[in-house]
């Protein structure tokens, strides 16, 4: 089956590093999504790894291992704002969205 | 970026009663659209999948006749909840996929539409 897994919850302090996991399992894979969800809001597009390696935009950096299934989304200079959802999903062989259930992320000053 | 608009952003309606939500992509044409749907402290779940010209492909799970969608246009998609009840109380998003030679696989949110039933 189909099965995206990263943390329910983090937390994390102003001004630090995090770095939110994400692994998956999909039938065929057109690519890795992460996106950002404030409460009561659409997600909105963060960045997307369809080959291995680090991308990196500003404050927001991306990883991808195909050959291991796994993501990484890293997030510097934590701001106060930066508190949301953060959402993992992989594009399988039909261009579809698999979605992980998001990770939480509560930014303490 | 491209802009996907949707509307409205609120509706409330009583119980049996039908709603409309509009999905526009602005700058661009979007081949594919996708509705979701998600519930309190859950993650989207895909309704629909919607190629323009053609019959939405619905997950499994979703009423087609109860969730009806028409994506007439390369720019607009509607999503119709027919006989509204208070468990589609929900919030309902639109994504678009431009397609074509210009298609990243990324893809544009709209704002979405939360919908309570009465």
């Known amino acids: 089956g189909q099965n995206i897994d990263q943390p329910t919850e983090m937390t994390a302090t102003e001004g630090a590093i995090v770095q939110i996991n994400c692994t998956y399992q999909t039938s065929g894979f057109n690519g890795l999504f992460w996106y950002q969800q404030h409460a009561g809001e659409a997600p909105t597009f963060l960045s997307y790894?369809?080959l291995d390696g680090l991308e990196e935009k500003g404050r927001f950096s991306s990883f991808l291992s195909r050959s291991k299934g796994y993501s990484y989304l890293l997030l510097k200079e934590l701001q106060m704002k930066d508190s949301a959802s953060y959402l993992c999903a992989a594009m399988d062989s039909n261009y579809q969205l698999i979605w992980g259930a998001g990770t939480k992320l509560i930014i303490k000053p | 970026g491209a802009v996907v608009s949707q509307h409205p952003s609120w509706v409330i309606c009583k119980s049996g009663t039908s709603v409309k939500i509009e999905c526009r992509s602005l700058?661009?044409?979007?081949?594919?659209m996708f509705w979701y749907r998600q519930f309190p402290k859950q993650s989207l779940m895909l309704m629909a999948t919607s190629n323009e010209g053609s019959k939405a492909t619905y997950e499994q799970g979703v009423e087609k006749d109860k969730f009806l969608i028409n994506h007439a246009s390369l720019t607009l998609s509607t999503l119709t909840v027919t006989s509204a009840h208070p468990e589609d109380s929900s919030f309902y998003i639109c994504?678009?996929?431009?397609?074509?030679?210009?298609?990243?696989?990324?893809?544009?949110f709209g704002e979405g539409s939360r919908l309570t039933v009465l």
């Open positions: 790894n369809v």
């Open positions: 994504s678009a996929r431009e397609g074509g030679l210009g298609d990243t696989g990324e893809l544009f």
């Open positions: 700058d661009f044409q979007a081949t594919t």
